[in-house]
């Protein structure tokens, strides 16, 4: 194994890093993604989700065999973090990230090996990283005739490696790495400590993505329901040369005074306020040069009083020029949001015939459990999304948008908003005291605002869906390129952020109103308080907009199905109240019933929703899984781990 470790960053200014060599790596050969691999996160540019090998079948999926466990424990001081990474297949090897410290591997996919390692060197800005453990991955490109590995760390650095030895490249960047903080604003920073903490943080979760030469980035930003107050700063996009690193554009996701959408930052906050992080993975389309990113809202998620205004480019889908890093178009799914609605899934994009004309489309799936489908090219909806009043907030110093863009087709694939009548009806006892347990709380549509805790004697007003509801990262969704048939994974609950003044949280707190933490519902007995199915799959016809089927994210709970208070009745398929992590073949919608789950992978007839097999794995899936083919053989490859077991990947192939 090949340990490439940095030990400082004046060892970067050495044609050579400080190595300790122990075993295999090539060196040499031209750089060649094997046809049908997987080089992206989401697959491909386009983030289908979509591997269309045929070798695993509904026969014989439940033959597959635990080809090997590569244990992620030993890459992280924190030995029950989670591993959120999806991993790539290129050159005849894996490569993901693993630990807090977002080590990129590179893997043997026949028998797990452990081929070659890259660590940065330690930083106080890797320290205080809010986002070591969410790593989702690399990018991937053949620059020169040579495979190169791209990375993005806690710190927010850009290495470049070579993707057969893990070796920086030293003729990108600064010796290999870029610091994105010498780009991503006018802000002044140290190289060790970043930005001073009274200006604001940025970090990263997701990888960049490569198109035409280009390396896009993202960022990441502190969780908006910690946050206590209004100065951060903005998650504005970057583009290098993916040769050199050359820094070719910025995007400023807060318009400033004469650009695009400035007219929608009222008060001047602009000046101060950020956060609009591009967390979730990128998509691109190659042949029209277009980068499209998603963002969330702007500094102080449930409160926005200071931040008046619809706040473009927050809660956005931005289609970029990737050679200019100019707007192309934009459409901002929630104007001025106080949900916590941000756009946690990469955009996805298919062509699709809608009454018998081609359209090369993008669609978005949200936590408010729509699927926006857009022209990818223009912008244009391919179904009307209309702007509709909705209630406006009662909490001193609001002022909340009087509409919101509501979709007209595809139908929402989650409920949305609450009413007594989606509460827990197993038994009028349950009934009862779901009604009780909720009397404390304003129940109310989508876009339900927020209030202040005790406000009219109420505890919390409900949105439904909530932070974790509707369509998420840890499930999102899987497309199928052949038939544009979208498969999305969806949760079934509702939160309840706690308005409280922000000097209470926090001596220094600059903003009226916090609340730390979207909350939640009161259980009933143990039991959710709204009715099921908690978790489903939904098969979505994107060529017509139609609901062709939804099932259940596997089978009722055993803390359910042996509730003492529901002994002898008949209990529906409740489904788990997790995200199922998907992937769709050629032949088969595959899926793991998700974090906190049962540790099982099933196979699904695709045009039916009909559960064809199961297979037990070591432990519950925990990201988006992964296939391929090396030497022959399908292989499925997903992130598990759980409570008794820690943080590795498993990968299942058929005997041979």
Not at 90 to 113: C, H, N, Q, W
Not at 504 to 521: H, I, L, R, T
């Amino acid at each position: 194994m090949e340990t490439n470790r940095i030990v400082g960053w004046q060892g970067v200014r050495a044609s050579l890093f400080a190595f300790s060599i122990v075993a295999t790596g090539s060196f040499a050969g031209v750089a060649m993604a094997q046809d049908g691999g997987w080089t992206h996160w989401g697959a491909d540019a386009r983030s289908s989700r979509y591997s269309p090998h045929t070798q695993i079948t509904g026969a014989n999926f439940s033959k597959l065999e635990t080809a090997w466990v590569w244990r992620a424990d030993n890459f992280s001081p924190e030995s029950d973090a989670m591993l959120r990474s999806t991993p790539i297949y290129a050159e005849g090897k894996l490569f993901t990230v693993a630990g807090s410290r977002r080590t990129v591997v590179a893997i043997d996919p026949a028998t797990g090996e452990t081929l070659w390692t890259f660590r940065e060197p330690t930083t106080t800005r890797w320290e205080n990283s809010m986002r070591k453990d969410y790593g989702k991955g690399v990018a991937y490109d053949v620059v020169d005739g040579r495979g190169r590995i791209y990375v993005v760390t806690p710190a927010f650095f850009l290495h470049a490696l070579d993707a057969a030895t893990g070796h920086p490249v030293t003729s990108f960047g600064d010796r290999g790495t870029i610091d994105l903080l010498d780009h991503f604003g006018p802000w002044k920073h140290d190289r060790d400590k970043g930005y001073p903490p009274d200006l604001g943080y940025v970090t990263s979760s997701s990888p960049p993505i490569v198109v035409g030469g280009v390396i896009v980035v993202g960022n990441s930003h502190e969780q908006g329901y910690y946050q206590t107050r209004k100065e951060n700063v903005p998650g504005n996009i970057l583009g290098y040369d993916a040769r050199t690193g050359k820094h070719l554009w910025r995007f400023d996701v807060i318009p400033g005074p004469g650009e695009y959408g400035h007219d929608t930052w009222k008060n001047d906050v602009w000046k101060v306020t950020g956060n609009i992080s591009s967390w979730a993975p990128l998509s691109a389309d190659a042949e029209h040069g277009l980068v499209y990113v998603v963002t969330d809202p702007p500094t102080i998620d449930y409160f926005g009083g200071f931040r008046p205004g619809n706040t473009l480019f927050s809660t956005s889908i931005i289609a970029l020029n990737v050679k200019t890093g100019k707007r192309a178009w934009h459409f901002q799914t929630v104007h001025h949001d106080i949900w916590n609605y941000d756009n946690p899934h990469a955009p996805q994009l298919v062509d699709i015939t809608v009454a018998g004309k081609r359209i090369p489309a993008l669609v978005q799936v949200t936590k408010q459990s729509w699927a926006y489908v857009f022209n990818r090219i223009t912008g244009e909806p391919v179904w009307p999304i209309v702007e509709r009043p909705v209630p406006q907030s009662d909490v001193p110093g609001e002022v909340t948008s009087p509409t919101q863009p509501f979709v007209t087709r595809p139908a929402a694939f989650e409920m949305q908003g609450v009413t007594t009548d989606d509460l827990i009806d197993f038994t009028p006892e349950l009934r009862q005291k779901a009604i009780a347990a909720l009397a404390k709380y304003r129940l109310g549509p989508l876009f339900n605002p927020p209030i202040v805790k005790g406000a009219n004697g109420l505890e919390a007003a409900l949105h439904c869906p909530g932070a974790n509801g509707g369509a998420n990262i840890p499930g999102g969704a899987a497309i199928d390129p052949e038939t544009g048939i979208l498969y999305v994974a969806s949760t079934k609950t509702c939160s309840a952020p706690r308005l409280v003044p922000g000097t209470s949280v926090d001596s220094a707190s600059n903003v009226q109103w916090v609340s730390v933490g979207p909350g939640g519902m009161p259980a009933v007995d143990g039991l959710p308080a709204l009715k099921p199915p908690y978790g489903r799959i939904t098969a979505i016809d994107l060529n017509s907009g139609d609901h062709l089927w939804w099932i259940p994210n596997g089978d009722t709970p055993e803390n359910i199905t042996n509730h003492r208070a529901l002994q002898g009745l008949t209990i529906p398929n409740t489904g788990a109240p997790t995200h199922a992590t998907a992937l769709v073949t050629k032949t088969l919608l595959i899926y793991g019933e998700g974090r906190g789950a049962r540790p099982l992978m099933h196979a699904v007839d695709k045009r039916t929703g009909e559960r064809l097999a199961s297979k037990a794995i070591p432990a519950p899936t925990t990201t988006a899984p992964m296939s391929f083919m090396h030497q022959g053989r399908q292989y499925l490859v997903s992130a598990i781990g759980g409570s008794d077991h820690g943080p590795a990947l498993v990968a299942l192939r058929l005997p041979k």
